[in-house]
């Protein structure tokens, strides 16, 4: 069984450019999340799906993070524009539910110039 | 930031020995999960465990839970230099919020 597909695995971009970030959950995961992760650090939540519905989004900067998550499957994060302190990994993540076991898949490392 | 207490940050012991970590949250839970990330590589779930439960044990690892405390250990026993990771623990906050916090983690390194 395929794992949570994360794409693209780098990104190199100058500030104030946008990026897109894509996630593809493991099949018949109803909930989704993408964390943040900073060097040394734990995973920090962005965003939760459950299906097509973000139920908790408290921590996503939005007036530069956008995410959506289109028929409940897979799932893109948007950073527009792009700032030198969003350079981190970007973590995806799945679960059957909000309190179940979460598969990661491997991440994007963005850096920001 | 929101992040979860754990401690130590750093723990370094020689192959063989036992490995202790700690993690203290703040409200009522719904569960607390344990997850390993090794140096460049994803996240890996290690154990779950309720709210309601005090101990579990899956292989050498083994996890305790304390509400009274808030507070949950991982014990390593019989560590390997493969053990060598970071250790990270998850929350669960019950309640409407529902929030998932994760510690800040502990980093283990075992010398063989």
């Known amino acids: 069984e395929a794992g949570v597909v994360q794409s693209p695995r780098y990104k190199i971009i100058e500030k104030k450019q946008p990026v897109a970030f894509w996630c593809n959950p493991i099949s018949g995961h109803n909930t989704l999340y993408w964390y943040l992760q900073n060097l040394g650090q734990g995973p920090e939540l962005l965003i939760r799906y459950e299906n097509e519905e973000a139920v908790d989004d408290s921590q996503l900067p939005k007036d530069r993070f956008s995410a959506e998550r289109l028929k409940g499957v897979d799932s893109t994060l948007k950073i527009q524009p792009a700032e030198l302190g969003d350079s981190a990994v970007y973590l995806c993540?799945?679960?059957?539910?909000?309190?179940?076991?979460?598969?990661f898949g491997p991440g994007t490392r963005l850096t920001v110039l | 930031s929101q992040q979860g207490e754990e401690d130590p940050q750093a723990l370094s012991i020689q192959e063989g020995e036992n490995a202790t970590m700690n993690c203290s949250y703040k409200?009522?839970?719904?569960?607390l999960q344990w997850y390993r990330q090794n140096s460049g590589r994803g996240l890996v779930h290690l154990i779950l465990?309720?709210?309601?439960?005090r101990e579990k044990h899956s292989g050498r690892l083994r996890v305790t839970l304390d509400t009274s405390k808030k507070s949950s250990s991982l014990l390593i026993t019989a560590s390997r230099a493969a053990d060598t990771a970071s250790y990270f623990c998850?929350?669960?906050?019950?309640?409407?919020?529902?929030?998932?916090?994760f510690g800040q983690g502990t980093t283990l390194q075992v010398k063989p």
């Open positions: 993540a799945s679960s059957l539910g909000p309190w179940n076991e979460q598969f």
């Open positions: 465990i309720r709210s309601n439960e």
């Open positions: 998850l929350t669960g906050y019950s309640g409407n919020t529902g929030k998932l916090i």
């Open positions: 409200t009522s839970i719904n569960n």
